[in-house]
């Protein structure tokens, strides 16, 4: 394999995450909608376009071994191959979190409830808002852009506690609201699931450039 050929494939493989983080953008918000607006169908269209998410992760990771094996890679290849490996595992467990909400759709679509009081659609808009910048910094490898969108973090976390506070409160008030409340719970915590696994991204966009290895999930 030519160095020519070689940069060819990693720009190729370069694509396919990004055409991933994509799909897996349109699934949280997808996953949301549906469950704001009881929409069965489009839950159900989430939970079926996860086996593309599990499709291109799969694709991808061969494609990671395959150029390993064909060429002494550089520095910088090994670990753009080793960052692009791990983010594509964390964007097919926040895949995997829109179809838990999308199956809770499912599981509340005969029951009347109104989620414009408990913020769920403002945190998702955060966590979108998240995705977006931290792929936005692995295409740009702008670290200052990286810090930025780890930012985020805090405040989807301090959106989730807030939150968390205000839905015990309702079911303490009311008993009959407890399991649809509960649902949300995980509802909640499954949005603040994928922003650290957008964090995780961001460590690999900064290991991606420096080489050095940070925690960022504090």
């Known amino acids: 394999m030519t160095r020519k050929v070689f940069d060819y494939a990693l720009e190729e493989m370069h694509n396919d995450v990004l055409r991933m983080g994509s799909i897996v953008e349109k699934q949280i918000h997808q996953c949301i909608e ?7 169908d489009l839950a159900r269209q989430v939970i079926k ?60 679509k005969n029951e009347q409830y109104d989620v414009t009081s408990i913020n769920i659609s403002e945190m998702s808009t955060m966590v979108n808002k ?3 910048m931290a792929l936005d910094a692995y295409v740009s490898r702008d670290i200052e852009d990286v ?13 989730f506690k807030n939150t968390f506070s205000e839905i015990l409160e309702i079911m303490s008030k009311d008993n009959t609201k407890i399991n649809q409340m ?29 080489g050095e290895q940070k925690d960022l999930n504090d």
């Not at 549906?34 to 069965?40: A, G, I, K, M, R």
């Not at 990671?64 to 910088?76: R, S």
């Not at 490996?85 to 199956?103: C, F, G, N, Q």
């Open 147 to 159: 810090y930025a969108a780890c930012e985020m973090d805090d405040k989807i976390d301090a959106v």
């Open 49 to 108: 376009n996860d086996d593309m998410v599990d499709d291109l992760q799969k694709e991808i990771e061969d494609k990671c071994i395959k150029l390993i094996g064909k060429e002494q890679p550089l520095a910088i290849d090994l670990r753009t191959i080793f960052t692009t490996s791990k983010l594509v595992t964390d964007l097919e467990r926040m895949a995997d979190h829109s179809v838990d909400i999308a199956k809770i759709t499912l599981r509340i």
């Open 130 to 132: 998240m995705i977006k």
């Open 34 to 40: 549906s469950l704001v607006h009881q929409d069965e």
């Open 182 to 210: 509960t649902y949300f719970l995980f509802v909640f915590k499954y949005l603040e699931r994928i922003a650290d696994h957008v964090t995780n991204i961001c460590e690999g966009t900064i290991y991606l450039v420096t």
